[in-house]
């Protein structure tokens, strides 16, 4: 565990080096340093963390319009919709004596099907 714990050091103190060599860094006083470091974490930190709120979302609309542009719409579901409306309709014109009272079932059970769409 040790031997792991002592590579990742030695890895992460080259890392350092490096930025500091390409970036000329070490040449930077102690404050421009503090400066440099918490401008470089904070763009590295709202970067994460972006990607971690958006990108999930961002790759299922992407996978999600792919399905669209690949399979279609799914017409299976709209005609099932419409095939329950007119049974829905038709159950409510049927099922009363007066029209007015048929009228007014057929428009709530329009209503009704109207906001589900």
């Known amino acids: 565990m040790s031997s792991y714990l002592e590579a ?10 490096q930025l500091e060599v390409t970036m000329s860094v070490y040449i930077f006083t102690p404050i421009e340093k503090f ?4 401008v ?3 763009l590295v930190s ?3 963390i972006a990607t971690f ?3 999930p979302h961002h790759v299922q609309f ?6 669209f542009y690949m399979h ?3 017409q299976d579901s709209i005609l099932d919709v419409v095939q329950n409306a007119v049974t829905v309709t038709k159950s409510a014109l049927l099922g009363s004596e007066k029209t ?8 709530d059970a329009t209503m009704g099907i109207v906001r589900e769409l």
């Open 62 to 67: 992407i996978a999600r319009r792919a399905w």
């Open 40 to 42: 470089l974490f904070l």
């Open 8 to 17: 990742f050091s030695k890895w992460f103190k080259l890392k350092i080096y």
């Open 53 to 55: 709120l958006y990108l």
């Open 35 to 38: 400066i440099f470091y918490s």
């Open 100 to 107: 007015t009272e048929a009228l007014g079932r057929a428009a």
């Open 72 to 74: 279609g719409d799914a």
């Open 46 to 48: 709202l970067t994460f």
